[in-house]
């Protein structure tokens, strides 16, 4: 399976400006070949483009496309026609996931990147060689498994850079302490899971204020300006700080959990959909629970663990994971339920997280009360005991 290794490194004065040059010829061998697809009444396809490019920099207009390494700006062209390749599949129903948009031109002050093949780079004990751009020495905070077949050269927002390797990785397979795992996503509790533990998610309050306060002064600083130039940076400092921070945890989670277990539960959240609530958006939007779920899967594969989603339309917090007793849907305010028929006072999330173990296992079938012949009436009976007991103050 293929794996990304990436480091950052620090760029002399003169390798910033040959790599500020690259990014731009690399922007405009993009940005002029999106235009010129916009404009054809075919599509054409990577060899077209390429010959294109070819007597483009041949041209007075274009003759410094030609200080630059050719593997790059070609390797532009592979990824413009891989983009549009996406949204043609995605559109007629060819490719899973989400709804792919048609590729958009490329501006200067969005992330940078440039795309080195074998061709075009070595690796030399501890340093890293580009055509045209010389010796890089990147912080090496872990060795790379095996020779990498591709190297792209980023520059993010914050004016950072970072060399990402595409490398080939052996799964590792070792035995797990536990047979399987549900866990329950939240926003205040960010995982709950089957055995009783939990898991919360760092606080980003502080950096959001510190973001919204910014942006507000982003808007009233003229365009094009200096000042707001250091403005955007910054924010978009602050951002990365988010962004890291919430990486870190999701890593460090995601590996002890399939580290541990042999199965790992999830299940199926409809993110898009609950984005839309505007009071709850900002938090559900921060807690990245679509990328704790592919680092998951990814993980389960490298270590040879099954993953396992179960459907978002399984009632796991409406039925007892004991007796498999059915109470309906109860409001989100409330935290603590007691079952009607064996009694037990549940956790909410920790109850909905046993459920979507057995959903994931298969031991569904096991509850007799699951099925949906067994709902409840909205109202209790008098003589029943009182079915949901008092809000707990999370």
Known sequence: MKARYQYR???????????????????????????????????PGFNKLSALLTQTKKTIERSWLADVSAVPLQQSLRNL?????????????????????????????NKQSAEFTKA???????????????????????????????VTVIKDCANRYFLSFVVEVEPIYSEAKNQSIGIDLGIKTFAVMSNGEKAFSPDYSNTDRKIRKLQRKLARQQKDSKRR?????RIAKLHNRTADTRKDFLHKLSTKIVSENQTIVLE????????KNRKLSRAISQQGWGEFRSLCEAKCEKFGRAFQVISRWAPTSQVCS??????????????????????????????????????????WHDLKWAGSDSKTTSVANCDDLPRITVASAQ
Not at 229 to 233: A, G, H, K, P, S
């Open 9 to 43: 490194f620090y760029p002399t004065d003169q390798q910033q400006q040959s790599l500020a040059q690259l990014f731009g010829c690399v922007r405009v061998v993009w940005n002029d070949a999106l235009a010129m697809c916009k404009q054809a009444e075919k599509l």
């Open 81 to 109: 026609d891989v983009a549009y390749r996406n949204f043609f599949n995605s559109r007629n129903g060819k490719r899973k996931g989400g709804k792919m948009g048609i590729p958009k031109f490329k501006k200067k002050t």
């Open 120 to 150: 075009a780079f070595s690796i030399d004990g501890k340093k890293v060689y580009l055509a045209k751009i010389g010796d890089l020495q990147p912080i090496w905070s872990r060795d790379l498994p095996s020779i990498p077949s591709s």
């Open 268 to 275: 199926d959240l409809n993110v898009a959909g609950m984005v």
């Open 322 to 363: 004991i007796c498999g007793f059915r109470w309906g849907k109860i409001d989100l305010s409330v935290r603590s339920v007691v079952c009607l028929n064996c009694h037990t006072e549940h956790d909410r999330d920790e109850n909905a997280s046993k459920n979507i173990e057995m959903v994931g296992t298969g031991n």
């Open 229 to 233: 130039r250091l403005t955007r940076v």
